[in-house]
């Protein structure tokens, strides 16, 4: 299962590494945008709990932007499976489901990661007051495995590219404003507030938040995120294996 | 040796009322490949060819029957009995983000293959099929002809002792088609068992020692491309009538050519697998 592990990100290593550098590029321009607008565009007028908004939303675009690059590092699967057919290459392959699902998802996390970097440094360069320690970088860990897993699932549940795009735009986007990234979930109406502080980014986003600003760990919110991602790996290697139908 | 018993796969599909339907693609199939043997797996399109062979690879997981590798049940033994076959499916599936090399690459990987014995294989295969200045081109970069002969050796890189060729050589130019029969001649050769589905009857008739015919995902008929002309009559006579060409066949070429004789512009031949397909399968297009 190891060797099915490594092979499986050996070849997603490889097609990061052949584009590297417009990776890089490319995953800067929206938190920059994001901490111009509202880091400094509406930082002056808002002040949360005492400290500056910039500070507030860093987290908040951490947890958002991890999100989204982890989900969409899987879901070019759906091209292979549909489109290129070379998902069969795995198929027939005597690998167990397990390692290249694995496999996956640990690239899917390296890029997620790789991006994260690239905002911290964003974020410093801004002037934003951030502490990482370990218990922040398991967190962004747990965050990316989590989606990692469900871009996986969708991609092989999609008939089509442009049913993977309604679900970025459905999910994915509603997702990275609500879920407690650029305010307080409970700024929401009641029963809104109740279910988006069911949905894992928010609880990833309350978790960073509260490290960064040196708080106690709310334990609950990582107990959260480990049952979703148990839960998602579950799922892709059911969809997985069901593929041969 | 591979024996199917009782194989069958039902799919659900949509009616012309659009109404969820089932069809059967393959019906209730048996049918034994020993090993070493050249098999043609013949059949107009719809017959259930390619859906018969993602079951043999382990891709579609059968609706009922069992599918043995010497004596070994690939539904039990799925990661043992893909250690030894290979497929050259019928459409190009390469990974389009690797190059010629990593592609190669990346199948030794998936059959563990290490990493010495990796780059040796891969260094023959390309020599072998002229693709060794082309190994660091990205894939979309190579021809239809180039790209299937690589798609033959990428199958070869972990030394199957079963090949699956789904339509080799569909849409190739006659001297590359001749190229890869000759390879798949030099597979027969040194004792790979080698199953070949294809549409040109030409091609089986050439290559296989024995050929089934499949119809509506039934097995129609199994044999020696010269004991199905045989049955059918070894001599052909064909002739305009009112219909289109018609054909009779005879077991004496005598026979025949006093038939032709009394018909204008008849003429007299030997039967051929295109004869007995025709026969086998109809003639109206599926």
Known sequence: ???????????????????LMKFILSRMVAPVLYMVAFGWGLSRSINVSGGSYLDFIVPGILALNSMNISFNSLTP?????????????????????????????????????????????????????????????LVLVINCVIFAEAGFCAALLVRNFEDMARVNTYLLLPMSFLCGTFFKTDRLPQLAACVIELLPLTHTAVLLRAISSGESVPWQSVAVLAFYAAVFYAACLYIFKGLKQ | MIEINGLTKNFTVKDKNGHKAVKTAVDNLNLTVNNGELFGLLGPNGAGKTTLVGMLVGLLRPTAGKILYNGQNLAQHERDVKKIIGIVPQHINFDQDLTVWENMELHGRLHHMPEKQRRERIEELLDYVGLSERRNDNIKALSGGLKRRLLIVRALMHKPQVLFLDEPTVALDPQVRRRIWD???????????????????????????????????????????????????????????????QYRFFADMDEAQNFAAVRNGALTRRTNLEDVFIELTGKAMK
């Not at chain 1, 007051?129 to 922040?136: G, K, V």
């Not at chain 2, 030099?186 to 296989?208: M, Q, R, W």
């Not at chain 2, 010269?226 to 070894?234: H, T």
């Open chain 1, 1 to 19: 299962m190891l060797s099915d592990i490594a092979t499986a990100f050996w070849r997603d290593w490889l097609v990061l590494r052949h584009r």
């Open chain 1, 77 to 137: 699967l759906c091209t292979e499976k549909v489109y290129h057919k070379s998902l069969e290459e795995y198929l027939v392959a005597p690998i167990s489901p397990a390692g290249f699902i694995t496999g996956k998802i640990l690239a899917a996390v390296l890029r997620g990661l790789i991006s994260s970097a690239i905002i911290i440094v964003l974020a410093w360069c801004f002037g934003a007051q951030l502490t990482l320690t370990p218990a922040f970088v």
């Open chain 2, 183 to 245: 390879l798949i001649r030099v597979l027969h050769k040194d004792g790979v068992t080698i199953v070949l589905t294809t549409h040109y009857i030409e091609e089986a008739e050439a290559l296989c020692g024995r050929v089934a015919i499949m119809d509506s995902g039934r097995l129609v008929t199994t044999g020696t491309p010269e004991a199905l002309c045989r049955n059918l009559g070894s001599y052909a006579a064909e002739w305009d009538g009112e219909n289109g060409r």
